[in-house]
Nanobody, 125 residues
Framework: QVSLTESGGGSVQPGGSLRLSCVAS????????VAWFRRSPGKRREGVGS????????YYADSVKGRFTLSQDSAKNTVYLQMQDLKPEDSGMYYC??????????????????WGPGTQVNVSS
């Protein structure tokens, strides 16, 4: 059974850092794209960043460029989201998502077949 499991969320002060992890299991073949989405209170779920697992190419939302970094450890079937210089507006539930096709924008959430339950990030002073 395919599953994605996030961890690493928590509460930090503005300017702080967190590293989120997404462990994938049960895939017959590695997903083509693994992405992180977040849902902040009162906002729609939005794409934060994605990694194309075969090439290692990464893409980020403008709001997090220069502050967030995606990486992967293929041996551990894990994708990491390193978040630095966190801001209150980064608060929300962070979800890991995976898709087996690469067509279309990575930000299109409906193209992702697999989702984790989410991990909460709170940034406040």
């Amino acid at each position: 059974q395919v599953s994605l499991t996030e961890s690493g969320g928590g509460s930090v002060q503005p300017g702080g850092s967190l590293r989120l992890s997404c462990v994938a299991s049960g895939f017959d073949f590695p997903p083509v794209i693994v992405a992180w989405f977040r849902r902040s209170p009162g906002k729609r779920r939005e794409g934060v960043g994605s990694i194309y697992t075969q090439s290692g190419a990464t893409y980020y939302a403008d709001s997090v460029k220069g502050r967030f970094t995606l990486s992967q450890d293929s041996a551990k079937n894990t994708v990491y989201l390193q978040m630095q210089d966190l801001k209150p507006e980064d608060s929300g539930m962070y979800y890991c998502a995976a898709r087996v096709g690469s067509g279309g924008s990575w930000t299109y959430e409906y193209a992702y077949s697999y989702w984790g339950p989410g991990t909460q990030v709170n940034v406040s002073s």
